[in-house]
């Protein structure tokens, strides 16, 4: 299926893809201060391993920063 | 003659009645580092005229890359002192208070109360970033959550929302990166910016807005 990902649209990935699935698929570890949002909304990381993505959805990965 | 607001309220999204708003909002800013200095500078300059400063830290030489009202004259002295009087010298017209004092679990309920229409979280750490937004939460009072680190960072005005909505507190193990002046600024300014259009009812609360100047992108999200 097709996603787009952090501003980058694949064909590359598979149906029934989850959050958690993207990220192993792509090595990216679920630090704290990762944030994620499908199509613009708030992704709860408890929901990582549960939210299965569908084509054409937007993925965006926020690092969030705590300094001042 | 002119005056001070001249050219804000000559601007077209900007009356009379929002400089009234403005002038009758109270706003207070933990942390006069960085974020703290450019907020509070274009707070004073754009119709804030309550402002109150908490810090406790001495200025060092390593501020003066992003600390925007600091100079070399003013090492050793405590910030909160020496923004009031810098603030002052750009409005006169502002009441400034500082308070001279490190924000804790064991103050935080008298330092941030009800009489402030917002709360500025300008911490460089996550522990006090939490402290700040379940005070804020449990009390109902909006704050602007602001994050820079490296080249990038983000803002939120969180109303009905709060930092653990989003975050896990592990997130106070989160790895730093030294940083340029100009993106603190750059970050600042836009959070200042969309926390006028906040206290004024133009924008919504509860969406993260972030900047990553190694990619020139800019991302949003909803809650």
């Known amino acids: 299926m097709k996603l787009k990902v952090n501003c980058v649209i694949s064909n590359e990935y598979e149906n029934g893809l989850t959050i958690q699935g993207l ?6 570890e679920a630090v704290p201060w990762l944030v994620i949002s499908v199509n613009g909304v708030f992704v709860k990381r ?23 | 003659m002119e005056s001070r607001y001249d050219r804000l309220l000559s601007l077209s999204s900007f009356s009379k009645e929002d400089l009234l708003t403005l002038q009758s909002k109270k706003v207070l800013i933990i942390g006069a580092g960085g974020v703290g200095q450019h907020v509070a500078t274009y707070l004073v300059t754009n119709g804030i ?3 109150t400063i908490l810090d406790f830290d001495k200025v060092e030489i390593s501020n003066l890359n992003r600390q925007i009202l600091l ?4 090492i050793g002295k405590y910030k909160v002192d020496v923004v009031k009087k810098a603030l002052n010298a750009k409005n006169k017209d502002a009441y ?10 064991s103050n935080v309920s008298e330092i941030i109360t009800s009489k402030y229409d917002v709360v500025i979280d300008a911490l ?42 989003i975050l ?3 997130v106070i193990k989160e790895k730093r990166d030294g940083v340029m002046g100009s993106v603190v600024g750059a970050i600042s300014s836009m959070a200042t910016t969309y926390l006028i259009q906040f206290l004024l009812n133009k924008v919504k ?6 900047f990553d100047f190694k990619q020139n992108s800019v991302k949003t999200i909803k809650f």
């Open chain 1, 46 to 68: 408890n929901l990582f391993k549960e939210h299965v993505l569908n084509d054409g959805d937007e993925i965006e990965m926020i690092y969030v920063r705590g300094g001042g």
């Open chain 2, 71 to 74: 100079c070399e004259k003013d």
């Open chain 1, 23 to 28: 990220l192993d698929y792509k090595h990216i």
């Open chain 2, 205 to 210: 609360a509860d969406e993260l807005v972030s």
């Open chain 2, 49 to 51: 005229e309550h402002l």
């Open chain 2, 124 to 165: 460089d750490n996550w522990e006090g970033k939490f402290i700040i937004s379940d005070e804020c939460h449990k009390k109902r009072i909006p704050h602007l959550h602001v994050g820079v680190d490296g080249m990038s960072g983000q803002y939120c005005v969180f109303k009905d929302k709060c930092l653990r909505d």
């Open chain 2, 96 to 105: 400034i208070k500082s308070i001279n004092i490190k924000l804790d679990k």
């Open chain 2, 168 to 170: 896990p507190s592990e």
